[in-house]
């Protein structure tokens, strides 16, 4: 929290005492609130590692989420809903700190901290007391991209791995700070490509890329997801360009390929009547589209599905 304890952690920047009890836009309080702790086989192979009968991903879910993405996959845990029932918890620092540890115990590769935007400051000392009592596995920051400078530099040190989504991109180079309709809409951020941008270097300027590693799993580095979607409304064709030309073509890149229309798209389509890819999975030539972009902007250590 910020000196006047209006919660800085992410870019929304709400006018709240979190100290005192007040919830902002994500609905986070003083504690984290776990939905999850597990080891995670299905990962990428840098982080998940290949055999699924060893190792994977520690990984920790954690409830609410910055961010409002109409067609959220895991909405039951990530959206502040009056109707959701959530088999969550609160848990303080050193509790966090002794689900980490255990992870460790178990053979994880890493600490996959899934949604952290919102608890930072808690993760910060859960962090600092798990290291204390002898994590030394990678910790991985695995975040939808909408994260503050301010919240990753309280970060720079303590992560190993940086993890985040580039979800959107402008339409036009010239509009990348500017407000922009569609991604308020889609994701609740008009900010989005500024911020996201913003993030993704600082993230870069860490830890750099991903070490090509002879065995999984990696130990450091950043590797970005992109979920292409259909009728490109995510600028799949804006991003790819950018990237390459921004982190440079060792970028280890996932294009996902996975859009289908979950939560509200599912739920009231015919809101998303004017824009009927929401409403609808990606088709294959969509997803080979973007895969040869992909090659021909020159990111030659992405992820591309080999099969739909």
Not at 41 to 64: Q, Y
Not at 105 to 115: E, M, P, Q, T
Not at 222 to 233: A, E, K, Q
Not at 253 to 273: G, I, S, T
């Amino acid at each position: 929290m910020s000196s006047d304890k209006s919660c800085n952690l992410c870019p929304h920047y709400c006018p709240v005492d979190r100290e005192s009890g007040q919830k902002g836009r994500c609905s986070a309080g003083q504690r984290v609130e776990i939905s999850s702790a597990f080891l995670h086989h299905g990962e990428e192979a840098p982080i998940s590692g290949l055999n699924p009968a060893e190792g994977g991903s520690g990984t920790i879910f954690f409830a609410r989420c910055n961010l409002r993405c109409i067609f959220c996959q895991n909405w039951e845990i990530s959206q502040t809903l009056p109707s959701l029932k959530s088999d969550s918890w609160e848990a303080p620092a050193d509790e966090l700190a002794d689900i980490m540890l255990e992870l460790q115990a178990r053979g994880a590769y890493n600490i996959n901290l899934v949604s952290p935007t919102p608890h930072v400051r808690q993760i910060e000392k859960a962090l600092r007391i798990a290291k204390s009592r002898g994590l030394t596995v990678p910790i991985v920051y695995n975040s939808g991209g909408y994260d503050s400078l301010e919240s990753l530099r309280i970060m720079d040190g303590l992560v190993d791995i940086y993890m985040p989504d580039a979800k959107f991109a402008p339409l036009n180079e010239e509009d990348a700070d500017s407000p922009d309709p569609l991604a308020s809409r889609l994701f609740g951020a008009a900010d989005y490509v500024r911020v996201n941008r913003l993030a993704l270097l600082e993230m870069f300027r860490q830890v750099g890329h991903l070490k090509p590693e002879r065995t999984v799993p990696a130990r450091r580095g950043l590797l970005v997801r992109h979920l292409v979607m259909p009728d490109d409304l995510a600028r799949t064709s804006r991003m790819l360009p950018w990237l390459a030309e921004n982190l440079g073509p060792e970028l280890r890149l996932n294009l996902m390929a996975q859009y289908r229309p979950m939560f509200l798209v599912r739920k009231r389509p015919d809101e998303y009547a004017d824009l009927p890819g929401l409403t609808r999975p990606l088709r294959i030539d969509e997803y080979q589209a973007a895969a040869n972009q992909t090659r021909a902007v020159g990111l030659k250590r992405a992820f591309i599905r080999p099969h739909f």
